[in-house]
T-cell receptor
């Protein structure tokens, strides 16, 4: 069975600085997708970024980028120029080509002004 | 577009009471899911459906039942609520196997069982 692990329950970053959230996963499949979701205090689940496993190029979305290391089964999220609005719970998630979304435990990010 | 709508948003139940959470989506999605979110455990899948009239168990199905009588609706039932079911519940939908864009989530239901 696939598993997703986020080993950092909490992280903190100074406004305008860069922070990296870690995620590792375990799978025997070769075709899958990885996601980072943001959950602000409103509880809404917001898709931040996605990565297809077959793509070697790391995905980027404005200030958000990933470091996808397929062999190491690692999928970290880098937030550049952190803003107060980035404060939230962040979830890493895995989905096989046909399967269900499996989530990590989450990382609570705080941004200090 | 409403997307995925969950009702109610908050509810307090007494132990042993029953209730139904309603999830409705207007995107004509085939697949629908119910998750629960607990501190330090992320979101865990309770039940899911791959089409109208179908349901299947997820990771933590005990104490819950579901029904998908209409494609747009997915109901989650608690027959006899227990304090261990205090949680935030999320409904989600996707278009199916070929959908690589993750899920569309509802805004969640905070349930407290006392």
């Amino acid at each position: 069975a696939q598993t997703v692990t986020q080993s950092q329950p909490e992280m903190s970053v100074q406004e305008a600085e860069t922070v990296t959230l870690s995620c590792t996963y375990d799978t025997s499949e070769s075709d899958y997708y990885l996601f980072w979701y943001k959950q602000p205090p409103s509880r809404q689940m917001i898709l931040v970024i996605r990565q297809e496993a077959y793509k070697q190029q790391n995905a980027t979305e404005n200030r958000f980028s990933v470091n996808f290391q397929k062999a190491a089964k690692s999928f970290s999220l880098k937030i550049s120029d952190s803003q107060l609005g980035d404060a939230a719970m962040y979830f890493c998630a895995y989905r096989s080509a046909w399967g269900k979304l499996i989530f990590g435990q989450g990382t609570e990010l705080s941004v200090k002004p | 577009n409403a997307g995925v709508t969950q009702t109610p948003k908050f509810r307090v139940l007494k132990t042993g009471q029953s209730m139904t959470l309603l999830c409705a989506q207007d995107m004509n999605h085939e697949y629908m899911y119910w998750y629960r979110q607990d501190p330090g455990m992320g979101l865990r899948l309770i039940h899911y459906s791959v089409g109208e009239g179908t349901t299947a168990k997820g990771e933590v199905p005990d104490g819950y039942n579901v029904s998908r009588l209409k494609k747009q609706n997915f109901l989650l039932g608690l027959e006899s609520a227990a304090p261990s079911q205090t949680s935030v519940y999320f409904c989600a939908s996707s278009s199916g196997v070929g959908d690589t864009h993750g899920y569309t989530f509802g805004s969640g239901t905070r349930l407290t069982v006392v």
